[in-house]
């Protein structure tokens, strides 16, 4: 049975989808971009500022529903230009185990959502 989450500690859905969804013991995030939950504001102006409130964000509907950074399976990053990709792939590392790092895919994209200049996506075990 599908469980929808929901928490006021990442931004609000800013569209017709969830913050997450739980199938069995799985938990797909929906992508999450560097918004500040009270505020709705963008966070940052450099890929590392934003990335890193992008985890933050990632974290909240983690816990939310029970799970946690270290159970992350899969990310998809979408990043606006990918010569910034090392500047976030520093940050993004500070978040995960070395050693139990989990799958990922990343893409460079040419515009997201309120411009931007990354967004990344989970799929987690509870």
């Known amino acids: 049975m599908r469980k ?49 409130q992008v985890f933050k964000n990632i974290k909240a509907i983690l816990e939310e529903a029970g799970s946690s950074l270290d159970k992350v399976l899969k990310t998809t990053v979408f990043i606006k230009d990918m010569n910034s990709f090392g500047k976030m792939n520093e940050v993004y590392a500070k978040f995960f185990t070395e050693g139990s790092y989990p799958s990922r895919s990343a893409v460079e994209v040419a515009r997201l959502p309120k411009d931007v200049l990354v967004e990344i996506e989970t799929i987690a075990y509870l």
């Open 4 to 52: 929808i989450v929901a928490t006021t500690a990442a931004p609000a859905a800013i569209g017709p989808y969830s913050q997450g969804n739980i199938f069995g013991n799985l938990l797909f995030t929906s992508g999450q971009v560097p918004l500040d939950p009270a505020t709705g504001e963008i966070v940052g102006s450099t890929v590392e500022e934003q990335t890193e």
